[in-house]
């Protein structure tokens, strides 16, 4: 008796609610994303081997351009708009909401608080166009002005726990260096890291 032959089906399967579920996927993730704000400069910073990496939360960072500009700036969007506020009241200026939401978002800056105003009411395009002056920080001479001390002390003061991250440029001079220094051991700062770039460790070299 000859054996019997079962008809084979085509197998198919149906991707549609797949399809569904990726594209809702992918419209929550465009929907979410909290793209990176434009840095107010940009810093080549020297090569290193060290394998230690800075943390990426609670870090108030401190820039220093290849022209001696300073830049500050803090990790944390509700922080910065406290950081602001604390300045403003110990200056005695006064920020609108909106001022203060646009300041929120922006990483990092380098403009004098007697500046500052005027630039956060300008559109994006215009902000894009000027370069920022850099923080004052000289803490000599009859016109001493450093505003990055008010800065480090009132971030502090909105979080107490943040680290601090120096990243200074490949071609930034040291006395500028110095004086961002100086005014973090003035508040009794002496620890913090570095950000440097990466570069491929010499033959035979170990980490501790």
Not at 88 to 108: Q, V, W
Not at 138 to 152: H, I, Q
Not at 158 to 164: H, S, T, W
Not at 188 to 205: H, Q, R, S, V
């Amino acid at each position: 008796m000859p054996a019997v032959k079962i008809k084979r089906a085509s197998s198919s399967v149906d991707m549609t609610a797949m399809t569904d579920v990726a594209f809702l996927l992918l419209t929550f993730f465009i929907l979410t994303a909290q793209f990176r704000a434009q840095d107010a400069a940009s810093i080549e910073t020297p090569s290193s081997i060290s394998g230690i990496k800075v943390p990426d939360k609670n870090i108030m960072t401190i820039g220093l351009g290849k022209d001696g500009k300073v830049y500050f700036g803090i990790d944390n969007q509700q922080e910065r708009m406290e950081m602001l506020e604390n300045v403003a009241a110990a200056k005695g200026i006064t920020f609108s909401p909106n001022e203060k939401k646009e300041f929120a978002l922006m990483s990092n800056f380098g403009m004098p608080i007697a500046q500052l105003k005027q630039y956060l009411n300008l559109s994006k395009e215009q902000q894009g166009k000027i370069k920022q002056p850099g923080i004052p920080t000289d803490s000599t001479g009859a016109g001493a002005n450093n505003e990055l001390k008010d800065w480090v002390f009132n971030s502090r003061k909105a979080n107490n726990d943040l680290r601090i991250a120096l990243k200074g440029d490949n071609l930034a001079k040291f006395p500028e260096f110095k004086n961002v220094l100086a005014t973090l051991q003035a508040q009794n700062i002496n620890k913090f890291n570095l950000i440097t770039g990466t570069e491929a460790p010499p033959a035979g070299w170990k980490a501790d």
